[in-house]
Nanobody, 123 residues
């Protein structure tokens, strides 16, 4: 089982990036997925998540309206579209999958994690 995150990079404030999380060995549509991020010296935090049906998404307030989570089941790939990026969005971003919706924001509840991709937003 592998989740491969990619798409990070360096972008100016106000710019956009799209992160991808390609899955192998598991079918994302059988799981609920979350995106997390971890800035230097800080704990890993929940950014948002999507239900196994793809019909429900949730986001933390700090990214609501700027970030969008989606999934392409044919490609078995999860996405995080990030717009209007701010320097405080700088972090390593991780994708993760879990079988239940309850506790979506809780890192310890996840069965599978990607390796992370660095996002740096310059001011």
């Amino acid at each position: 089982v592998q989740l491969q995150a990619s798409g990070g990079g360096l972008v100016q404030a106000g710019g956009s990036l799209r992160l991808s999380c390609a899955a192998s060995g598991l079918t994302l549509s059988n799981y609920n997925e979350g995106w997390f991020r971890q800035a230097p010296g800080k704990a890993r935090e929940f950014v948002g998540g999507i239900s196994f049906t793809g019909g429900r998404t949730v986001y933390v307030d700090s990214v609501e309206g700027r970030f969008t989570i989606s999934r392409d089941d044919a490609k078995n790939t999860l996405y995080l579209e990030m717009n209007s990026l701010k320097p405080e969005d700088t972090a390593i971003y991780y994708c993760a999958a879990k079988p239940t919706w309850y506790g979506l924001e809780t890192t310890s509840d996840y069965n599978h994690w990607g390796q992370g991709t660095q996002v740096t937003v310059s001011s």
